[in-house]
């Protein structure tokens, strides 16, 4: 049910050794199908080794499924063993293959910058950061490909979901912004645009703004290799 655009697909194998600046190329692809007599639409983000999938219906701002792991290719296969399924309860998946790719369009858009895998580190209050390990399993992680942005919560030990957003976003001068296209936890903010402060240092990303509900916030990601 997740699937199908050529195969211009980074190749995870040639890629190794090549560091981070490889490591955040990625590419962005979509594609619809009907399930129920409903047009379902797939939003692929995927780098040299990872691939997420999310299904939302743009009519209606209702968001339907994602999944995203670590892939492997084998010949024209893509085998993606999963860090993440929204659907686990029902389906049980935790590995899926992918063999076809015909239908899918790329929708990839200029390299900006912050692109690659990023995960919550912390936050600061007033001048004090507060810092979490980022290598426990529960897990906020957002990837940003192409002009793509999709925020994911998780727990890699229960595999349980605990959230998601996505959409389209914008980084320059300093300037981060996103519009929302999917939101697992209140579809009402699908198609509002948010706008924040970054700052990079290094592999931390400190973000600054009002989240989607108002309240202050002031956040460190730290870039996720893998």
């Known amino acids: 049910f997740f699937f199908q655009a050529e195969d211009g697909i980074p190749d995870a194998q040639e890629s190794r050794g090549l560091g981070d600046v490889y490591k955040r190329q990625g590419q962005a692809f979509s594609f619809n199908s009907l399930q129920s007599g409903q047009l379902i639409k797939h939003r692929i983000l995927m780098d040299d080794e990872y691939f997420v999938e999310t299904q939302f219906m743009s009519s209606s701002n209702q968001f339907v499924k994602t999944i995203g792991g670590f892939y492997q290719k084998n010949g024209k296969e893509l085998i993606v063993n999963l860090e993440f399924n929204s659907n686990f309860s029902n389906d049980s998946l935790k590995t899926i293959s992918i063999s076809d790719r015909s239908g899918w369009e790329?929708?990839?858009?200029?390299?900006?910058?912050?692109?690659?895998?990023?995960?919550?580190?912390?936050?600061?209050?007033?001048?004090?950061?507060?810092?979490?390990?980022?290598?426990?399993?529960?897990?906020?992680?957002?990837?940003?490909?192409?002009?793509?942005?999709?925020?994911?919560?998780?727990?890699?030990?229960?595999?349980?979901?605990?959230?998601?957003?996505?959409?389209?976003?914008?980084?320059?001068?300093?300037?981060?912004?996103?519009?929302?296209?999917?939101?697992?936890?209140?579809?009402?903010?699908?198609?509002?645009?948010?706008?924040?402060?970054?700052?990079?240092?290094?592999?931390?990303?400190?973000?600054?703004?009002?989240?989607?509900?108002?309240?202050?916030?002031?956040?460190?990601?730290?870039?996720r290799n893998p």
């Open 106 to 223: 790329k929708i990839s858009g200029v390299t900006l910058p912050l692109q690659g895998k990023w995960l919550m580190s912390g936050r600061v209050r007033g001048k004090t950061e507060r810092r979490r390990d980022t290598n426990q399993p529960r897990k906020t992680m957002k990837i940003l490909v192409d002009g793509y942005f999709q925020w994911i919560a998780f727990n890699t030990n229960t595999f349980s979901f605990m959230g998601t957003g996505g959409g389209s976003y914008s980084a320059e001068n300093g300037i981060y912004k996103e519009k929302i296209d999917y939101f697992s936890r209140d579809n009402k903010k699908v198609g509002i645009s948010l706008s924040f402060s970054y700052l990079k240092k290094g592999k931390d990303w400190y973000h600054k703004g009002f989240s989607s509900k108002g309240d202050p916030m002031h956040e460190i990601w730290v870039f």
